[in-house]
């Protein structure tokens, strides 16, 4: 049996109003070497019910990656819909997560 080597990250669930996306993914571009959209989220909190004006925005980053972008996400929240929220992780191939290391790994494939 082949053991696997897992890397400990951080998954940033990261919902706001959808024209916050793209300042945001602004970020993520940066400090994430990918991010998933998922926009039309519909849920009820702080600000009331909201029907499809919210995004999710998912990335898996390391942790030195992770306090640029709150630094960018969480004024956007002072203002305005949403949350984060922050899990430790284990993934496969945590060499996939590291932006650093975003060109050498690409040309292995």
């Known amino acids: ?3 696997r ?3 400990t990250m951080k998954r940033l669930e ?3 109003e959808r024209d916050q996306v793209d300042a945001v ?3 993520l ?3 994430a070497t990918g991010y998933t959209i ?6 009820f909190g702080h600000h009331g ?4 004006d919210l995004a999710l925005l998912v990335t898996v980053v390391t942790r030195d990656h992770a306090d640029p972008i709150l630094d960018a996400v969480l004024p956007l929240l002072d203002r305005r819909s949403g949350v984060v929220l922050i899990t430790e992780v284990q993934v496969v191939r945590g060499e996939h997560f590291v932006p650093e290391l975003r060109d050498k790994v690409a040309h292995r494939h």
């Open 1 to 3: 049996m082949r053991r």
């Open 5 to 7: 080597i897992l890397n």
């Open 14 to 16: 990261i919902i706001l």
């Open 25 to 27: 993914r602004g970020v």
């Open 29 to 31: 571009q940066e400090h």
């Open 38 to 43: 998922i926009p039309g989220c519909t849920g």
């Open 49 to 52: 019910k909201r029907d499809g």
